[in-house]
């Protein structure tokens, strides 16, 4: 069984034959929440409904199907020690082939998420920059890079939007309301530039900014100067990534920072959907 994932698009454009597996109704502790699915082909599969047994029996009633060898349409199993999970909870699964109607059903999803989807804006394509954009990769949200070296975008993985801009701080306005802003470039003066723009914003999900206490507070006394509320500098998470781990590796810095970004969007989701309730 191979369990390489690739895109939605790649796998669907591979496979032919194809079920969709849906969870669709949880009652109590389970693995996933209502609407995840995967897709389960001959030989491999797309997605997960959580892993262990409960995976297992989907992917062999799914293949069941496939083969046109029986399979059920729906599951209604009880997570406990019967199939030897604890969650405690219970899930419905549907189990659906995917036919062309299946299909574009999906791909609207999917765009649909696509467009739900956070945006993260990392300003700088350095070492901490590119470590982070990789980082981000990995998580449901678009990242976007900026960079006014041409030179340190040419070295950033794939599936990351580039920005070339000779004026970074320009950009900031224009950044989606809950989005996050991440400000690792090679210049101290362009990150508080970075900074006071995104900070004399208030509908941003998170701005941080790499550097230390004696930073922090050269950025507070430049907002001083410039005349800014001293309390937006509350707002700025410096250093990015916290003092939980003392290590200064790129890396590192990127997997912590990764870290809060993922519990600021959840918070700024919940202060606005609060408002408007």
């Not at 449901?140 to 939007?161: I, M, N, T, Y």
């Not at 509350?234 to 790129?250: E, F, Q, S, T």
């Amino acid at each position: 069984m191979n369990f390489l994932q690739d895109s939605l698009e790649g796998f669907l454009a591979r496979e032919h034959r194809v079920v969709i597996v849906e969870v669709t109704a949880v009652r109590g502790s389970a693995p996933r929440d209502e609407g995840t699915f995967m897709l389960v082909a001959p030989t491999e599969i797309h997605g997960t409904v959580g892993g262990g047994q409960l995976e297992y029996m989907a992917i062999e009633n799914a293949r069941k199907m496939l083969a046109d060898a029986g399979g059920e349409t729906r599951f209604d199993i009880p997570l406990g020690p019967e199939i030897g999970q604890c969650c405690g909870g219970r899930v419905e699964l549907t189990f659906t082939f995917a036919d062309e109607e299946a299909r574009k059903a999906l791909d609207g999803r999917l765009a649909e998420e696509e467009r739900q989807k956070p945006q993260v804006w990392v300003f700088g394509a350095g070492h901490v920059g590119r470590a982070l954009a990789e980082a981000l990769t990995l998580l449901p949200v678009k990242v976007f890079v900026v960079e006014a070296r041409e030179s340190e975008l040419d070295q950033l993985v794939s599936g990351v939007h580039q920005r070339l801009d000779a004026m970074p701080e320009s950009l900031v306005a224009g950044i989606p309301a809950g989005s996050a802003v991440v400000i690792v470039t090679h210049d101290h003066a362009l990150d508080f530039l970075i900074a006071r723009e995104a900070l004399a914003r208030t509908d941003l999900a998170y701005v941080g900014m790499v550097g230390s206490k004696s930073k922090r507070a050269s950025f507070a006394h430049y907002l001083e100067e410039e005349g800014v509320n001293r309390a937006a500098a509350d707002r700025l998470v410096l250093p990015i990534g916290g003092a939980a781990v003392d290590d200064k590796r790129p890396e590192v810095i990127a997997a912590m920072t990764a870290a809060e970004l993922l519990p600021a969007f959840a918070a700024w989701r919940k202060s606005n959907s609060s408002k408007s309730a």
